[in-house]
């Protein structure tokens, strides 16, 4: 079976540009979550989707907003970047309520 | 502040030894623990976990203990293979009596890098 997928691997982006990542989550779950890893630190929790939902959300400004298709799929899209923005983004999905999440591989996101 | 502390930043064991890794928390709403692993280049891989009402789960070489009253879990890895070589992150949520709490906010440390020796 497939696991999370996340597109594309790696993505380099200037300031004040907008980027879209994309995930695919494992199938049969229906919740999505996004998480941003900087280096040196743990992953930290952006949002949370269920059944196209928004069901939670971490201390990231308005600059990131996210949606969940249909399909269960979501992307994250960031704006206007900054140089601080350069991290590792995470989707893990989850079946419905339960609480072991699986991720993906990541996203590796550069800002220059 | 955080919440989820691993202090120690590396381990290095022999191949064949017990391999220990520490974690501690602080916000008592905290009910359910997990531990990763996370290879260069990887997403992190779910190991185990524990609920709040437990005090020890055990998959194959894999043993997580949990002590409730001082806030403080451990993996414990036996016999360590230099395979287990990798960062370990300790994670947390807090479900609520009804599992109606947000699933999605996970709380991680800033891992463990374990190295295991031949």
């Known amino acids: 079976d497939a696991g999370v997928t996340q597109s594309p691997t790696h993505l380099i982006k200037t300031r004040g540009q907008h980027v879209t990542l994309r995930c695919s989550p494992i199938?049969?779950?229906?919740?999505v979550s996004w998480y941003q890893q900087v280096l040196g630190q743990g992953p930290q929790f952006i949002f949370q989707y269920y059944e196209k939902e928004e069901r939670g959300r971490g201390n990231f400004p308005d600059r990131f907003s996210a949606r969940q298709f249909p399909n269960y799929s979501s992307e994250l899209n960031v704006n206007a970047l900054l140089l601080g923005d350069s991290a590792l983004y995470l989707c893990a999905s989850t079946l419905t309520f339960t609480d072991t999440q699986y991720f993906g591989p990541g996203t590796r996101l550069t800002v220059l | 502040d955080q919440q989820v502390k691993q202090n120690s930043p590396s381990l290095s064991v022999q191949e064949g030894r017990i391999s220990i890794l520490n974690c501690d928390y602080t916000?008592?709403?905290?009910?359910?623990f997990l531990w990763y692993k996370k290879y260069p280049a990887e997403g992190p891989t779910f190991l185990i976990s524990i609920s709040s009402i437990k005090d020890k789960n055990e998959d194959g070489r894999f043993t997580v203990f949990l002590n409730k009253s001082a806030k403080h879990l451990s993996l414990h890895i036996v016999p360590s293979q230099p395979g287990d070589s990798a960062v370990y992150f300790c994670?947390?949520?807090?479900?609520?009596?009804?599992?109606?709490?947000?699933?999605?906010?996970?709380?991680f440390g800033k891992g463990t890098k374990l190295s295991v020796k031949p």
């Open positions: 994670a947390a949520s807090a479900r609520g009596p009804s599992y109606g709490g947000s699933q999605g906010n996970l709380i």
């Open positions: 916000n008592s709403m905290f009910d359910y």
């Open positions: 199938s049969g779950h229906k919740s």
